[in-house]
């Protein structure tokens, strides 16, 4: 096995209890149609290492049977090249080829070795049939590379001529480690997806979350799996399912999973629907509520303000402010990260303090992403197994 994915475990540290952990994700929703033969290779940054990496493969919103015939995983060296000897191909019950039924997932076999932490590893993947709807993540904020036939088992790219800003049918990865070692999953709309952070160099609020919790001795969660689809809701359905709908794919189905962070709701506000801070609340409780009920503690964030965009009126922000003072005194959730406060302007509470505003009043530069990731506390992702502290 390469040194690129890292030896085995020792025998020892074999012989020490060992659980699944997600360590990366790109939640799933309708993008475009599938193109036969048409090869992918996708660059996942990992936020905690381990072995026997598993990958999910998903055509969670196709129409028909989808067939992927090469599927490969490896490090990335630069752009779509990658380490000499790092190319490993993953089969599916032991089998090379998978097809996945309308609206499934499958998991690979394990990869032998070890796949380092906060790394880039490249996933390669080929179908010969895809057609209809396909699955993927729109906004990745990562560039990927896109080919015609089946180049999955080059390691050089000079193949990958053609680049995408989404990512396609891949929407996590899995490692098995230590079983005190845990994951936080970030809920959230296109703040939490990374939008306006910088392309390609992992500073999204998720990203930066991560960088910390690997250093801090405050607690055992290291995997962080971000979980924002753009101008997602809480209660509606959009472009993609709402955080009501899509709770248990998106985030209760990732193993590992001890804490799930709550940051929704401004896209319900500002839309011209009427959504009150009643029926917000009422939401919040019911994702709390599955949260709880599968074992795993909840962390509400405060919404962000967004005063500056044509949305905002002062209807809406009553809502928020209403909805904010829910987050951090209604007893509700285990803990709460209060982001609001974290990049707010002290002299004009209801905007973003123009360091941190991207300049829509509602996204954020790397350094407002940095100002939220800080504003979570590493203890308050530790969680009793009955959901509760």
């Not at 989808?66 to 089969?91: C, I, K, M, W």
């Given at each position: 096995m390469a040194a690129l994915l890292g030896p085995v475990p020792s025998q020892a540290r074999a012989a020490e209890p060992r659980h699944d952990v997600v360590t990366w994700t790109a939640s799933a929703f309708r993008l475009g149609t599938g193109v036969p033969d048409r090869a992918y290779r996708l660059v996942v940054h990992t936020s905690v290492g381990g072995?026997?990496?598993?990958?999910?493969?998903?055509?969670?919103?196709?129409?028909?049977?989808?067939?992927?015939?090469?599927?490969?995983?490896?490090?990335?060296?630069?752009?779509?090249?990658?380490?000499?000897?790092?190319?490993?191909?993953?089969?599916?019950?032991g089998r090379p080829t998978v097809t996945i039924p309308p609206g499934e997932v499958v998991l690979s076999d394990p990869l032998?070795?070890?796949?380092?932490?906060?790394?880039?590893?490249?996933?390669?993947?080929?179908?010969?049939?895809?057609?209809?709807?396909?699955?993927?993540?729109?906004?990745?904020?990562?560039?990927?590379?896109?080919?015609?036939?089946?180049?999955?088992?080059?390691?050089?790219?000079?193949?990958?001529?053609?680049t995408t800003a989404s990512s396609f049918y891949l929407d996590a990865v899995t490692v098995r480690t230590s079983a005190r070692t845990g994951a936080v999953v970030a809920l959230g709309d296109s703040i939490t997806d990374g939008w306006a952070s910088t392309t390609d160099l992992n500073r999204r609020w998720p990203d930066q979350l991560a960088d910390r919790l690997r250093r801090s001795p405050r607690t055992t969660v290291r995997g962080v799996a971000n979980a924002g689809i753009s101008a997602n809701k809480v209660l509606a359905d959009g472009g993609a399912p709402s955080a009501l709908n899509r709770l248990d794919r998106d985030v209760l189905s990732h193993p590992g999973v001890r804490t799930v962070l709550v940051f929704e709701g401004v896209n319900d506000i500002k839309a011209p629907t009427g959504v009150t801070a009643a029926d917000l609340i009422d939401g919040y409780q019911e994702i709390v509520d599955r949260v709880h009920a599968?074992?795993?503690?909840?962390?509400?964030?405060?919404?962000?303000?967004?005063?500056?965009?044509?949305?905002?009126?002062?209807?809406?922000?009553?809502?928020?402010?209403?909805?904010?003072?829910?987050?951090?005194?209604?007893?509700?959730?285990?803990?709460?990260?209060?982001?609001?406060?974290?990049?707010?302007?002290?002299?004009?509470?209801?905007?973003?303090?123009p360091a941190y505003d991207n300049g829509d009043h509602l996204h954020f530069t790397d350094e407002g992403m940095r100002a939220m990731a800080d504003a979570v506390d590493p203890e308050d992702l530790e969680c009793a197994r009955d959901g509760r502290r």
């Open positions: 072995d026997r990496a598993r990958l999910r493969l998903t055509n969670a919103f196709g129409d028909r049977p989808l067939t992927f015939d090469s599927v490969y995983a490896g490090v990335r060296r630069q752009g779509a090249e990658l380490v000499p000897g790092s190319n490993r191909r993953l089969t599916f019950d032998p070795g070890r796949v380092r932490g906060r790394t880039d590893l490249v996933v390669s993947l080929h179908s010969p049939d895809a057609a209809g709807p396909a699955t993927g993540h729109r906004l990745a904020m990562q560039t990927s590379y896109l080919t015609q036939g089946d180049h999955t088992a080059d390691e050089s790219g000079d193949a990958w001529t053609t599968a074992g795993h503690c909840v962390v509400g964030v405060t919404i962000a303000p967004y005063k500056g965009r044509p949305e905002w009126n002062a209807k809406a922000e009553a809502v928020r402010q209403d909805v904010n003072a829910f987050i951090r005194a209604g007893g509700a959730f285990d803990a709460v990260a209060d982001f609001d406060r974290a990049v707010r302007d002290p002299g004009d509470p209801e905007r973003i303090l």
